[in-house]
């Protein structure tokens, strides 16, 4: 049974270990049958242009050239209540967007910054029109109405409008309207075809980035190790995401035509998004702009009759991966907070967490909270657990003369314990019980805590001041360490010396893991580890009580 235990252990170690690595597995998407294969082409950083369009229509590649002429061109800044962003007169392109309710990881003095065309990354997001001749793509310059906005008070909304030069016949204003208390900007092409001909052309909205991962994403010492990149989401493929390393080598696997679906630019805790509204077939591609940059993006069809008027507007998200406000923003878009395979826990896990944070105000003590009712709920599986390994103390010395007396019988030996164990009714394997129980919800707690922005920054008291990075000073991997070295003697002791002092280094093993772990995910091993301390305490003392009187 002991060796059993141990064994259990060690799995169980192994797997918190390959937590880590879990971030860089689930990140390869699922293969799905695609429903418009691209063919290669000469140059294969271009995408293939819409089934339904003119030759020609292809988005332009862009080179670091399109970036440098960001410094040299007029900008338009606009500053809301939840964001500060940058509009460039070239293509009319949001290049930088910083988030007045986020802080930087490093510099909590400043802004989180999502879009920028310079300093850490370069990513930006820009559109375009293509079609017909002089139509204005990410490279042309326009000319803004003013160089800068600000939402004042009482507003509820503000627009900044760029006018494309008109080209046989067609005129068009980029408008990009921002909103109080959201991260949404509505970007919208305004087409007056004063033409006699009809203007059929594509509209492209695209996201392009370099392929770095966001800081503190590299895994392990160097951070928890998250997926950065493109992602997709249709109905028919659900939520596809793209490698970077699979746009370089033309790769790619999603659903590229649908009539539903957006297109998202994916990094740890943040992401940005082009969400087309209605039932409108659509095209969605990746390709290679330069050397690691890509972009991703979603291709719609605008058709303007001669002499009339039309408009289309795409939604734009850039700010938090915040479950409950993009759940309502788009089909499947609260699936950028990904779980993996321990989505079935780790979802009503969060739900149960916010719910008693909204209560608490705080997510230390609502971690401390779940732990508790999770061990409520597991209180009878746990007790009789707990007997279980009360009653194997018990035992030990008759197993020990068992043991002695069989030394050179294997056989016989394993018989005497078994008879042993039904006589006294002990379920050998009872031990493992509370870790059996308490692996899916470490897990899923584990990915919770590195996947909800809700976390990041979450103060819980004292010198915690992030509950989804490591303890600063380990202090609550060191309690951990300790209340795991407590439950090491309060277990039987192997009868077996190796495997006695394997079960001595456990602790000091864990202690280390832990160290580099999510101070709110060692808060609720610490917690657990108390409860289960005093749980089992008292289990034996009543075990131990009842046999003594019955020894009278």
């Not at 949404?184 to 006699?196: F, G, L």
């Not at 005497?416 to 707690?445: S, W």
Request: hydrophobic share 45%; net charge neutral; glycine share 6%.
């Amino acid at each position: 049974m002991d060796f059993k235990r141990l064994i259990l252990a060690v799995v169980f170690a192994f797997s918190i270990i390959l937590l880590w690595e879990r971030w860089v597995q689930h990140n390869t998407p699922a293969a799905v049958p695609e429903t418009a294969q691209s063919a290669a082409a000469a140059d294969s950083s271009i995408p293939a242009p819409m089934a339904s369009t003119e030759p020609g229509t292809t988005v332009p590649a862009g080179t670091a050239a399109t970036l440098s002429a960001y410094a040299e061109a007029p900008r338009v800044t606009v500053r809301t209540d939840m964001m500060e962003a940058v509009v460039s007169a070239v293509g009319g392109d949001l290049i930088h967007v910083e988030l007045t309710h986020h802080k930087d990881s490093e510099d909590h003095s400043k802004n989180f910054v999502v879009l920028q065309e310079s300093g850490k990354h370069q990513y930006i997001a820009n559109t375009g029109l293509l079609g017909a001749e002089g139509l204005p793509t990410h490279k042309t310059i326009l000319e803004p109405e003013q160089t800068g906005y600000v939402l004042k008070d009482g507003e509820n909304s503000l627009v900044v409008r760029l006018k494309a030069p008109a080209s046989a016949g067609i005129e068009v204003t980029k408008l990009l309207t921002f909103y109080r208390g959201s991260y949404v900007v509505d970007v919208a092409y305004e087409i007056n075809n004063t033409s006699d001909k009809p203007l059929n052309a594509t509209a492209y909205f695209q996201l392009a980035r370099d392929g770095q991962p966001a800081e503190h994403t590299k895994g392990f010492f160097g951070g928890v190790s998250t997926f950065t990149g493109p992602a997709f989401f249709t109905q028919e493929g659900k939520f596809q995401k793209v490698e970077f390393k699979k746009i370089e080598n033309n790769e790619t696997s999603f659903v590229k035509s649908a009539k539903d679906g957006w297109v998202a630019m994916v990094q740890h805790y943040f992401v940005s998004a082009w969400l087309p509204n209605g039932d409108v077939q659509r095209e969605f591609y990746t390709h290679k702009i330069s050397n690691d940059f890509y972009g991703a993006g979603v291709k719609l069809p605008v058709q303007v009759a001669a002499g009339a008027k039309q408009s289309i507007d795409v939604p734009l998200y850039v700010g938090p991966q915040e479950q409950d406000k993009l759940a309502k923003l788009a089909t499947g878009f609260n699936k950028v907070v990904d779980y993996g395979l321990v989505t079935i826990f780790a979802e009503p896990l969060f739900w149960v967490l916010n719910m008693i944070h909204k209560i608490v105000g705080n997510w230390g003590w609502s971690i401390i909270l779940v732990t508790i009712l999770i061990k409520a709920l597991f209180f009878p599986l746990s007790a009789a657990s707990y007997k279980s390994m009360a009653k194997m103390k018990t035992l030990m010395p008759r197993m020990k003369a068992l043991q002695e007396r069989y030394k050179d019988d294997k056989m016989k030996l394993n018989q005497a314990m078994m008879e042993l164990y039904k006589t006294e009714k002990v379920n050998p394997m009872g031990g493992c019980l509370p870790i059996l129980v308490q692996m899916p919800v470490f897990i899923a707690l584990y990915w919770v805590l590195l996947s909800v922005v809700e976390m990041r920054q979450a103060p819980w008291m004292f010198w915690i001041t992030d509950l989804s990075v490591k303890d600063p000073y380990f202090i609550l991997p060191l309690i951990m360490g300790a209340t795991m070295f407590i439950q090491t003697k309060l277990n039987p002791t192997p009868p077996d010396p190796m495997q006695a002092k394997v079960m001595m280094i456990m602790p000091i093993m864990f202690t280390f893991m832990f160290l580099w772990f999510p101070s709110g995910l060692v808060l609720y091993w610490v917690v657990n580890n108390i409860l289960s301390i005093a749980q089992q305490w008292y289990v034996t003392r009543m075990i131990e009580r009842g046999e003594a009187k019955a020894a009278r």
